[in-house]
Protein backbone atom coordinates (compact mmCIF):
# COMPACT_ATOMS: atom_id res chain seq x y z
CA UNK A 1 0.00 0.00 0.00
CA UNK A 2 1.38 3.15 -1.02
CA UNK A 3 2.19 5.43 1.82
CA UNK A 4 0.22 9.35 1.40
CA UNK A 5 1.95 12.25 1.53
CA UNK A 6 1.18 14.39 4.57
CA UNK A 7 -0.17 17.85 3.74
CA UNK A 8 1.94 20.72 6.11
CA UNK A 9 1.63 24.33 6.75
CA UNK A 10 5.14 24.45 5.99
CA UNK A 11 5.73 23.25 3.04
CA UNK A 12 3.26 25.75 1.67
CA UNK A 13 4.32 29.22 3.81
CA UNK A 14 7.98 28.43 3.55
CA UNK A 15 10.59 29.84 5.15
CA UNK A 16 9.86 33.55 3.61
CA UNK A 17 9.10 35.19 6.68
CA UNK A 18 11.00 36.05 9.24
CA UNK A 19 9.61 35.76 12.82
CA UNK A 20 9.96 38.13 16.34
CA UNK A 21 8.52 37.56 19.79
CA UNK A 22 7.21 41.20 20.86
CA UNK A 23 6.28 40.09 24.49
CA UNK A 24 5.41 36.83 27.19
CA UNK A 25 3.26 37.19 29.19
CA UNK A 26 2.62 35.13 32.53
CA UNK A 27 -0.19 34.51 34.00
CA UNK A 28 -1.01 32.40 36.92
CA UNK A 29 -4.26 30.67 38.22
CA UNK A 30 -4.10 29.57 41.91
CA UNK A 31 -5.71 26.24 42.60
CA UNK A 32 -5.88 23.70 45.35
CA UNK A 33 -3.01 22.16 44.54
CA UNK A 34 -0.63 25.69 43.87
CA UNK A 35 -0.29 27.58 41.05
CA UNK A 36 -1.31 26.81 38.03
CA UNK A 37 0.63 29.19 35.24
CA UNK A 38 0.06 29.73 31.61
CA UNK A 39 1.85 32.28 28.53
CA UNK A 40 0.46 34.46 26.23
CA UNK A 41 2.92 35.55 23.31
CA UNK A 42 2.64 37.94 20.56
CA UNK A 43 5.00 37.42 17.55
CA UNK A 44 5.13 39.21 14.63
CA UNK A 45 5.72 37.75 11.08
CA UNK A 46 6.87 39.72 7.93
CA UNK A 47 8.99 39.24 4.61
CA UNK A 48 10.46 42.49 5.27
CA UNK A 49 8.63 43.69 1.86
CA UNK A 50 5.46 44.96 2.42
CA UNK A 51 4.03 42.37 4.31
CA UNK A 52 3.78 41.63 7.53
CA UNK A 53 1.24 40.30 10.21
CA UNK A 54 0.58 39.90 14.20
CA UNK A 55 -0.99 36.84 16.33
CA UNK A 56 -1.09 36.14 19.74
CA UNK A 57 -1.11 32.66 21.18
CA UNK A 58 -1.66 31.19 24.38
CA UNK A 59 -0.81 27.78 25.98
CA UNK A 60 0.57 26.44 29.12
CA UNK A 61 3.79 26.36 28.19
CA UNK A 62 5.78 29.16 26.14
CA UNK A 63 7.14 27.29 22.98
CA UNK A 64 3.51 26.10 22.37
CA UNK A 65 2.50 29.55 22.90
CA UNK A 66 4.99 31.19 20.24
CA UNK A 67 4.48 28.34 17.51
CA UNK A 68 0.30 29.46 18.02
CA UNK A 69 1.21 33.28 17.91
CA UNK A 70 3.40 32.87 14.90
CA UNK A 71 0.24 30.76 13.15
CA UNK A 72 -2.08 33.28 13.75
CA UNK A 73 0.08 35.40 13.09
CA UNK A 74 0.60 34.17 9.04
CA UNK A 75 -3.10 33.93 8.90
CA UNK A 76 -3.84 37.88 9.43
CA UNK A 77 -0.72 38.77 6.77
CA UNK A 78 -1.73 42.67 5.64
CA UNK A 79 0.22 44.51 2.90
CA UNK A 80 1.15 48.06 3.66
CA UNK A 81 1.27 50.42 1.13
CA UNK A 82 5.15 52.48 0.74
CA UNK A 83 6.13 55.24 -1.07
CA UNK A 84 9.90 54.01 -1.98
CA UNK A 85 11.29 53.06 1.39
CA UNK A 86 8.76 55.24 3.77
CA UNK A 87 5.26 55.70 4.20
CA UNK A 88 2.69 57.55 2.03
CA UNK A 89 1.62 59.43 4.98
CA UNK A 90 1.07 61.05 8.10
CA UNK A 91 -1.09 58.75 10.16
CA UNK A 92 -1.84 59.26 14.32
CA UNK A 93 -3.99 56.20 15.98
CA UNK A 94 -4.93 55.42 19.27
CA UNK A 95 -5.90 52.00 20.41
CA UNK A 96 -6.98 51.50 24.55
CA UNK A 97 -4.22 53.28 26.56
CA UNK A 98 -2.28 53.21 23.52
CA UNK A 99 -1.37 55.94 21.14
CA UNK A 100 1.00 55.71 17.83
CA UNK A 101 2.36 58.72 15.45
CA UNK A 102 3.99 57.05 12.27
CA UNK A 103 5.40 60.06 10.43
CA UNK A 104 7.30 59.40 6.86
CA UNK A 105 10.75 60.43 6.69
CA UNK A 106 13.30 61.35 3.53
CA UNK A 107 15.15 58.77 2.21
CA UNK A 108 18.79 57.75 4.44
CA UNK A 109 16.64 59.08 8.00
CA UNK A 110 16.46 55.38 9.14
CA UNK A 111 14.05 53.80 11.53
CA UNK A 112 13.38 55.49 14.02
CA UNK A 113 11.24 53.86 16.52
CA UNK A 114 10.98 52.00 19.59
CA UNK A 115 9.90 49.05 21.16
CA UNK A 116 7.18 46.90 19.44
CA UNK A 117 6.98 49.98 16.42
CA UNK A 118 10.50 49.31 15.42
CA UNK A 119 9.90 45.85 15.12
CA UNK A 120 7.10 45.52 13.51
CA UNK A 121 8.26 47.99 10.73
CA UNK A 122 11.61 46.17 10.36
CA UNK A 123 9.79 43.06 9.88
CA UNK A 124 7.40 45.23 7.24
CA UNK A 125 10.29 46.68 5.40
CA UNK A 126 9.89 49.69 6.10
CA UNK A 127 13.32 51.93 5.86
CA UNK A 128 12.93 55.47 6.53
CA UNK A 129 9.98 56.84 9.31
CA UNK A 130 9.46 58.43 12.23
CA UNK A 131 7.24 57.04 15.04
CA UNK A 132 6.69 57.81 18.48
CA UNK A 133 4.23 55.48 21.25
CA UNK A 134 2.81 58.36 22.82
CA UNK A 135 0.23 56.41 25.09
CA UNK A 136 0.58 53.69 27.58
CA UNK A 137 3.96 51.34 27.42
CA UNK A 138 1.76 48.15 27.17
CA UNK A 139 3.51 46.20 24.35
CA UNK A 140 0.64 44.45 23.01
CA UNK A 141 -1.64 47.54 22.39
CA UNK A 142 1.23 49.15 21.13
CA UNK A 143 1.58 46.46 18.63
CA UNK A 144 -2.43 46.38 17.68
CA UNK A 145 -2.29 50.09 17.72
CA UNK A 146 0.32 50.13 15.16
CA UNK A 147 -1.26 47.22 13.02
CA UNK A 148 -4.37 49.75 13.26
CA UNK A 149 -2.48 52.47 11.56
CA UNK A 150 -1.20 50.54 8.98
CA UNK A 151 -4.36 49.36 8.20
CA UNK A 152 -5.57 53.58 7.69
CA UNK A 153 -2.93 53.99 5.85
CA UNK A 154 -3.66 54.59 1.57
CA UNK A 155 -1.38 54.69 -1.69
CA UNK A 156 -1.55 57.50 -4.01
CA UNK A 157 -3.24 54.80 -6.48
CA UNK A 158 -5.77 53.72 -3.73
CA UNK A 159 -6.64 57.55 -2.87
CA UNK A 160 -7.85 58.31 -6.03
CA UNK A 161 -9.21 55.21 -7.08
CA UNK A 162 -11.55 55.74 -3.77
CA UNK A 163 -12.86 59.08 -5.42
CA UNK A 164 -13.45 57.89 -8.70
CA UNK A 165 -10.63 60.05 -10.69
CA UNK A 166 -7.81 58.55 -12.49
CA UNK A 167 -4.32 59.53 -11.14
CA UNK A 168 -2.21 62.33 -12.63
CA UNK A 169 1.38 61.09 -13.45
CA UNK A 170 3.78 62.89 -11.17
CA UNK A 171 5.56 65.59 -12.30
CA UNK A 172 9.49 65.31 -11.89
CA UNK A 173 11.80 68.28 -11.64
CA UNK A 174 12.86 67.04 -14.83
CA UNK A 175 9.66 67.74 -16.49
CA UNK A 176 9.48 71.07 -15.21
Do not use: W
Not at 5 to 34: A, H, P, Y
Not at 83 to 90: D, F, I, S, V, Y
Not at 99 to 117: D, F, H, K
Not at 137 to 154: E, G, M
Request: net charge positive; proline share 3%.
Amino acid sequence: MAKRKEFTTEENSGNEFDENIISINRCSKVVKGGRNFSFGAMVVVGNRSGKVGYGYGKANEVADAIRKGNEIARKNIITIPMNGTTLPHEVQIRYSGAQILLRPASPGTGLIAGGAVRAILELAGVKDVLAKSLGANNQVNVAKATFKAIDQLSSREQAFAKRGINAPPIKTEAAL
